[in-house]
T-cell receptor, first 118, second 115 residues
Framework: AQSVTQLGSHVSVSEGALVLLRCNYS??????LFWYVQYPNQGLQLLLK??????LVKGINGFEAEFKKSETSFHLTKPSAHMSDAAEYFC????????????????FGQGTILTVHP | GAGVSQTPSNKVTEKGKYVELRCDPI?????LYWYRQSLGQGPEFLIYFQGTGAADDSGLPNDRFFAVRPEGSVSTLKIQRTERGDSAVYLC?????????????FGPGTRLTVL
């Protein structure tokens, strides 16, 4: 079974500072990895995803993440935080179960609330 | 185009009552998922439909929970004999196909409160 751990339920940064949200996963097979963002009273929105190929993935709003197999990590970064980045961020994984696929069943981490202050 | 919609946006009910939550997926999306998000937690998978059939219902917590998608479009999540522990935000998502790499588009959710 897959699992996702997000280190830090709350992260606070200054506007213009580096954003780093940490995600580690557990999967017995090569995973598909995702970052979603959730703004208040809105649905989850996909930021970026890793499936195969290049391990550095670029997403919307200037975010990027790097898949590191040796560290089982998929940390999310943005060089310069903006006030509009304040939201909750979820890391998620899809991995094949033994003997079959998971049909896109997402396993989410517990989320990290990002606060950006002036 | 229209995204995934869910109704109602909020539902307050009393313990023991029956509730139905509706999901309208994006037109043409064959795959539909239900997730439940408890306070302070990430969403947890409940059930997955491919077309009209439930291909994976392993996440339904018990037999009080049931979901249907009779015409392969709109889906209804049904909860019988609600309990206070069922209080959560219920999320619906749809995607174009069943592949793991197909992006899931999420609705805004239904916040269920059981008193």
């Amino acid at each position: 079974a897959q699992s996702v751990t997000q280190l830090g339920s709350h992260v606070s940064v200054s506007e213009g500072a580096l954003v780093l949200l940490r995600c580690n996963y557990s999967s017995s097979v090569p995973p598909y990895l995702f970052w979603y963002v959730q703004y208040p009273n809105q649905g989850l929105q996909l930021l970026l995803k890793y499936t195969t190929g290049a391990t550095l993935v670029k997403g919307i709003n200037g975010f990027e993440a790097e898949f590191k197999k040796s560290e089982t990590s998929f940390h999310l970064t943005k060089p310069s935080a903006h006030m509009s980045d304040a939201a909750e961020y979820f890391c998620a994984v899809i991995g094949s179960e033994a003997g079959g696929t998971s049909y896109g069943k997402l396993t989410f981490g517990q989320g990290t609330i990002l606060t950006v202050h002036p | 185009g229209a995204g995934v919609s869910q109704t109602p946006s909020n539902k307050v009910t009393e313990k023991g009552k029956y509730v139905e939550l509706r999901c309208d997926p994006i037109s043409g999306h064959t795959a539909l998922y239900w997730y439940r998000q408890s306070l302070g937690q990430g969403p947890e998978f409940l059930i997955y439909f491919q077309g009209t059939g439930a291909a994976d219902d392993s996440g339904l917590p018990n037999d009080r929970f049931f979901a249907v998608r009779p015409e392969g479009s709109v889906s209804t999540l049904k909860i019988q004999r609600t309990e206070r522990g069922d209080s959560a935000v219920y999320l619906c998502a749809s995607s174009q196909g069943q592949g793991s790499y197909n992006e899931q588009f999420f609705g805004p959710g239904t916040r269920l409160t059981v008193l």
